[in-house]
C-alpha cells in the first residue's frame, strides 16, 4: 500500500507539560483508506556515557489529528515507562556482566605475574 506523510508538531507551554513537544506523523492511504496516527517523544537516558537522546514511537487510535493531540498523553505514557525500563534492565545486565568479568594482569596494564612481578622488578 502507498500512503502518503504528514508530520505535525505541537507545542505545550504549560509548565507541568510531560511531553512539551508533540509529534504526530499521518499516513494517509493514496486510495482513500484510514489514515494512521504515529506518535514520537524524545527520551533522555543518562548513561555512563553521558545523555543519550532516545527516540520512542507508538501508534494512536483515533480518527482525526485533532483526537490524536488529545489521546497523545495517554497514549505516551505506557510506552515511554515501558521504554525506560527495557534500558534500565539492560544497563543493569551490563553492570552485572562488567562486575562479574575476570581481568587478567595484562589487561590493568601490570606486568606478566601481576603485583608479584612488581616486587620482583624493584631493586
Known sequence: ???KREEYVEEVNTPDAKFPVRRIEVLTPVDGGK????GEVTLGIQTPLGIHQLPISFEIEAESIHKAFKKFDETARPRVEEARLEIEEELRRIQREQASRIIRPGEMGLP???LTGLRK???
Do not use: V
Open 1 to 3: 500500500m502507498i500512503y
Open 35 to 38: 489514515p494512521k496516527f504515529f
Open 121 to 123: 622488578q624493584q631493586p
Open 112 to 114: 606478566p605475574g601481576g
